[in-house]
């Protein structure tokens, strides 16, 4: 069964960087895929999509901070944070587009925990 699996997420203080990845090898090809964040209590929001060309988009609050990558030999999805700030905190996910970017079918990983302290 296809799962996605992130990594890199911890506790940094305002001004780091951290750098998430998200495994997707499990997945047979390397279709548009993405990065939302959630805090508890609100809903998902998204923060950064590449499409199959490499192709990118971002929320505006954080372009300019953040870079979306993807090695598509080993399938590995990427998201570097620079500039981090405490309204970053977040559970940060990784998601699969089975369409286009921001189609509704689209699988989900459990989530790695992002801490930003000021």
């Known amino acids: 069964q296809a799962q996605l699996v992130e990594s890199g997420g911890g506790s940094v203080q305002s001004g780091g960087s951290l750098r998430l990845s998200c495994d997707a090898s499990?997945?047979?090809?390397?279709?548009?895929m993405g990065w939302y964040r959630q805090v508890p209590g609100a809903e998902r929001e998204w923060v950064a999509t590449?499409?199959?060309?490499?192709?990118?988009t971002y929320k505006p609050f954080v372009k300019g901070r953040f870079t979306i990558t993807r090695d598509k030999v080993k399938k590995i999805l990427s998201l570097q944070m620079n500039n981090l700030k405490p309204e970053d905190t977040a559970m940060y996910h990784c998601?699969?587009?089975?369409?286009?970017?921001?189609?509704?079918?689209?699988?989900w990983g459990k989530g790695t925990q992002v801490t930003v302290s000021s």
């Open positions: 590449i499409d199959r060309n490499g192709r990118t």
């Open positions: 998601t699969y587009f089975w369409g286009p970017c921001g189609d509704d079918f689209k699988d």
């Open positions: 499990t997945y047979p090809g390397n279709d548009c």
